[in-house]
């Protein structure tokens, strides 16, 4: 059972804590930055995400593992994937991001190992086995696909694995050479019959110059009879930080036909979104609320690491089109447990000074 193994790290540390939000997911400690693994699962919604344990920065990441029955609140769970093996042992690498499949009352976890070997970013995608959704196994086969497509630059990260046409598909986000010396941004297709063996079948989506250098953490699903691919760009020429395409889907020849391009969210802090599907079938998408340093508007990442812990999610929201093949995307009707009575305040002035309002005693 889940529940009995339900940790409480984060109660002792909330006492002296200013910063921390009440509704939007933060690690219990240390750093947090993309969604992964995102799934309704035995009855419960499981979120794992990147995770650096140890302290407030970026490095050697794990996968740290919350479950919640309503989206909204959510109970820490054990760590799920640890950087331990020759392919994924690393400090300035680990257990990068990816997502998980339900396929025989089993769960699939699919994530990207990355690796420094000579001075040169090794980055293969493996597979992890879970009957529970608590004791997670990695697979001794791995990595499934230790060779990036032959054209493609060292960044190859983030599987995203879905069932489309009676197959198995995946996205990986990459880049290839172009005159840029950054690349050009790619998200590869590969197909699978039984998700162990994956036959590549191209780049489903070229930036051309014109959308990015790098495409990360790539998501493809089906919605009202169109297919939706999603990534976060780098080096996006508009500063695009989430990309949506709206458009038709051709997997026998592994092409994408793009209808519409747009922005999932307008803020500065959505990155890496993922989505999956909630118990009764909508679209739900959930996203890191921060950015990179590299990014020209990102200073730092913020007071929170005094507090111990730096990172936070977005809250989850369904992902629907409107009648302009727009992606919409609106809070989960799970979110209307935390409203309480609503409060007015009529005819106040304008002061120079700050002016608080508390609800009545």
Known sequence: MISQYIVNERLKNCANENWR??????????????????????????????????????????????????????????????????????????????????????????????????????????????????????????????????????????????????????????????????????????????????????????????????????????LEGKWILTCSPMNHPEYNKALYCVGNMDFENGRYTIEKTGNLDVGFDYYAPQSFLDEHGNRVMIAWQNGWLWMPWCEDFGPTGTEGWRGTLSVPRVVSLNGENEVCLYPVSELASLEAETKQYCNYAVAAQKQYLYPDD
């Open 21 to 222: 939000p009440k509704y939007h997911f933060t690690a219990p400690t240390g750093w947090m930055n993309d969604p992964n693994g995102l799934i309704y699962f035995n009855g419960w919604y499981h979120l794992f995400y990147q995770y650096n344990p140890k302290h407030c920065d970026w490095a050697s990441m794990h996968w740290g593992h919350a479950v919640s029955k309503d989206m909204v609140h959510w109970k820490d769970m054990p760590i799920a994937l640890k950087p331990d093996k020759e392919y994924d042992n690393d400090p300035e690498g680990g257990c990068f991001s990816g997502c998980a499949v339900e396929k025989d009352g089993m769960l699939y976890i699919f994530y990207t190992a990355s690796m420094s070997r000579e001075g040169r970013l090794c980055q293969t995608q493996c597979l992890v086995t879970s009957k529970d959704g608590v004791h997670f196994e990695k697979y001794t086969g791995n990595p499934l696909i230790s060779e990036r497509p032959e054209d493609a630059l060292e960044p190859f990260r983030d599987p995203k694995v879905f069932a489309a046409a009676g197959k198995w598909y995946m996205v990986v986000g990459g880049s290839v050479k172009s005159q840029n010396p950054e690349g050009d941004g790619r998200v590869f297709l590969y197909e699978s019959e039984n998700l162990y063996e994956w036959n590549y079948k191209g780049a489903i989506l070229e930036s051309k110059g014109k959308l990015g250098t790098m495409m990360e953490c790539p998501d493809l699903f089906e």
